[in-house]
């Protein structure tokens, strides 16, 4: 099955500053990339998603990249609030299976 | 938005007894639904995808038999733990996804998680 690797596993950034959390997958045949934001004891709560037809989408203060050919994305938050302390989880679903395989999350702490 | 529900959202069990969790999709059909296993502080694992009217798939080392899983209709997915021990202790969070609105490029929806203890 695929295999997602996400690093780093903790960041800590000052409020305002930018926060970059990066993954790996190694199946050529995903084709859509989401990312996910859980709060304690909550559901996770999606935030952003890519397709592979697309190299970037931008929502607000939160992007996302996409590079195919090496098998990376990346989520980038900028102008980061306290609010968005949070494990961040990056996922890859592949076409035909239908399946979500995680990354193994990063804790953000925004430090005001 | 499409709303996954579960129940219960803690529970409590006795080593030995068995313990039924529930994922409703409540405004949408899903035909496939997805069991995670989550331990503290780590990542979700992926332990089974139930398909409405069939049986469902397990990830290696998930044990079948231990973890039954029933998906009876278009809404409710079912996951029975068997048997428990304290070892079973972990958060399950089922997800869904509304694949008549976008079929395989849609989002996925969690539910709330169920966090079981064993004792």
């Known amino acids: 099955g695929e295999n997602v690797e996400q690093h780093p596993s903790t960041l800590s950034v000052q409020e305002g500053d930018s926060a970059v959390i990066k993954c790996t997958y190694s199946?050529?045949?995903?084709?859509?990339f989401p990312w996910y934001k859980q709060e304690l004891g909550k559901r996770p709560q999606l935030i952003i998603d890519i397709r592979s037809n697309v190299g970037e989408k931008k929502d607000q203060r939160i992007a996302v990249t996409l590079n195919k050919t090496a098998k990376h994305f990346s989520l980038h938050i900028t102008e980061t609030q306290p609010e968005d302390s949070a494990v961040y989880f990056c996922a890859a679903s592949l076409t035909a299976g239908n399946q979500f395989y995680f990354g193994t999350g990063t804790s953000l702490t925004v430090i005001p | 938005g499409a709303v996954v529900s579960q129940h219960p959202s803690w529970v409590i069990c006795k080593s030995g007894t068995s313990v039924k969790i529930e994922c409703r999709s409540l405004d949408f059909q899903a035909t496939t639904m997805f069991w995670y296993r989550q331990f503290p502080k780590q990542s979700l694992m992926l332990m089974a995808t139930s398909n409405e009217g069939s049986k469902a798939t397990y990830e290696q080392g998930v044990e079948k038999d231990k973890f039954l899983i029933n998906h009876a209709s278009l809404t409710l997915s079912t996951l029975t733990v068997t048997s428990a021990h304290p070892e079973d202790s972990s958060f399950y969070i089922c997800?869904?996804?509304?694949?008549?609105?976008?079929?395989?490029?849609?989002?996925?929806?969690f539910g709330n998680g169920t966090r079981l203890t064993v004792t």
């Open positions: 997800s869904a996804r509304d694949g008549g609105r976008a079929g395989y490029n849609s989002p996925l929806h």
């Open positions: 199946d050529s045949a995903s084709n859509y």
